[in-house]
């Protein structure tokens, strides 16, 4: 079984700035993507930024230029640096690793963090 374990989150003003870090751990796995995404109060869960383990990146448009993903293949870690951050961010944050799973490694990994909630105060 593969864990992920989140840090980082808290409350920062308008314009601030946080750092997110996730860690996977567990079992056999090999992840292919791992990413961030968020879901607000009332709303869905929504994608914010994955990155590939060849470093292919896609953002939601809503952080383009202000949030940046970064990856360590060898530690199996992501984190994302959110910069001027607005109180539309304001969410709970999850890690999410997509690979595969199991001694042959034929078995899909689609593991989610606990979560880690960001709060903008304006």
């Known amino acids: 079984q593969v864990q992920l374990v989140e840090s980082g989150g808290g409350l920062v003003q308008t314009g601030g700035s946080l750092r997110l870090s996730c860690a996977a751990s567990g079992s056999i796995f090999s992840i292919d993507i791992m990413g961030w995404y968020r879901q607000a109060p009332g709303k869905q869960r929504e994608l914010v930024a994955i990155i590939t383990t060849g470093g292919r990146i896609r953002y939601a448009d809503s952080v383009k230029d202000r949030f940046t993903i970064s990856r360590d293949n060898d530690k199996n870690t992501v984190d994302l640096q959110m910069n001027s951050l607005k109180p539309e961010d304001t969410a709970v944050y999850y890690c999410?690793?997509?690979?595969?799973?199991?001694?042959?490694?034929?078995?899909?990994?689609?593991?989610w963090g606990q979560g880690t909630l960001v709060t903008v105060s304006s």
């Open positions: 999410n690793a997509d690979g595969k799973t199991g001694w042959a490694l034929d078995k899909p990994l689609d593991a």
